[in-house]
């Protein structure tokens, strides 16, 4: 299990780091979550990895992450985000503030298309 960190940033909010190098039979799927309409191994395992961090973070093993109609994912009691990017996964959880996260993989393609916009 490759969880790269946990830390604490203050009273409530928790963040987690996943370096993700597992294979999608090396994670244990939830008995709430239903992987048969992914097709991607990728997809497969950044969502099994998400429930993963969602217990490191919280102890809750069995609680089905939601989503709005935007796509922000909801668990009751809790404000959470989560990204993905190329082999990582980070997630932020608060049971009192809203919370956002991103990760990114460095590389060069801002660069690329900075012109676009600036």
Sequence with gaps: ??????QTLS?????????ITEKVTDLPCPTCLDLSSINSDTRKIERLVTYQLLNALTGL???EI???K???PLIDGYEISLSHTRGWAAMIISEHYQTGIDVEYISDRVNRVASRFI
Aim: no cysteine.
């Design 1 to 6: 299990m490759p969880l790269t960190t946990i």
């Design 11 to 19: 009273d409530g909010l928790r963040l987690g780091l996943w370096n």
């Design 61 to 63: 093993d069995q609680v």
């Design 66 to 68: 939601k989503h709005d």
């Design 70 to 72: 935007a796509g922000k």
